[in-house]
């Protein structure tokens, strides 16, 4: 009888070793490429461009759509899309589900969806929600905040760049997004969680951030993890001119304290603020949108410490380059593997 006992404890013991051996063999996948996504106003579509420097950026596809907005949306185009590569390997897209020129593109009879004096610009109520194993191939929901959630959101009026990131805290997947709750007033940036087919939001939305002016309108939220365990938002406040500013916190869903400084380095207005670190280095890179310039450009700032920022200038007239892409608006950047790139490009070249 001793003996079983022992043989079944020293069973126990050689499986418990194997576990924890495949589980120390387990390893995070080397990075080693970077994947933007951006929308044109030409085509209202989902765009993408490959860097392996995370400086040096070429488009997919000659710059034409990698997944049509015509073919995942209810108003038959997207804006504003966000890409994140989850802990586990899935990839995120979330994008707001609008088409500006939906008239003219004859998908309405409206310039809207609804009264623009009432609703104001874009006045849309729904997001898209994508998700994919491979880059290529997804999964696609649009998702429509006032029918989810009539009580508070029932005449919302307009939800904006959504974004994704895991909440380590939930172990859930937490969507940030730009709202105006009604048809009048400010927008406000919200936050809910989505289910795990990435599907739905699960939670109905709350506030993420307050500024200290009531008068002043922001929108664009992005936040990334600080190597110090606290969060950097970036975010645009419309002040005049409208930039990018910053608030940090100790939680990703709350507590975000606001920092007073315009971290950009625009004369004129830009938006869509989207921050990643570059692989293998204490150094991350700010990119925004100008809209305030002709061509329209994105700008870039450097950081180590996130309290100085470095200007790079602009695609072609600093250190970041572009090839086969031009007048890209609102991107947003996750990394991904060298074999991950390759296989992009090699799918691209052939269709």
Sequence with gaps: MKRVILFLFLGLALTAQAQNKQKATRKTPKMGAYVMVYHKDATHSLHMALSYDGYNWTAMNDDKPVVSGDTIAQQHGIRDPHIYRAPDGTFYVAATDLHIYGRRAG???????????????????????MKSRDLIHWTHTVFRI??????????IGCAWAPETIYDPETGKLMVYFTIRPTGQGKTQLFYSYADDSFTRLTTEPQLLFTYPDEKIQILDADIIPMPDGRYCMTYC?????????????DHINRGYQYQPQQIDAENGACEAPTMYKLIGQDKWLLMYDIFS???????????????TFRPLGHFGDGPTSRAHFSEQKHGAVTPITKAEAKRLEKYWKKH
């Design 107 to 129: 998908f309405r009879d409206t310039e809207w969806e609804r009264d623009g004096q009432k609703y104001g610009w874009g006045n849309n109520r729904g997001l898209v929600l």
């Design 146 to 155: 006032d029918q989810a959630f009539p009580q508070h959101f029932g005449d």
């Design 237 to 249: 406040a419309q002040e005049n001119p409208g930039g990018i500013k910053m608030a940090i916190s």
């Design 293 to 307: 310039i002709n061509p329209h450009n994105f700008g870039f700032m450097e950081t180590t410490d996130f309290k």
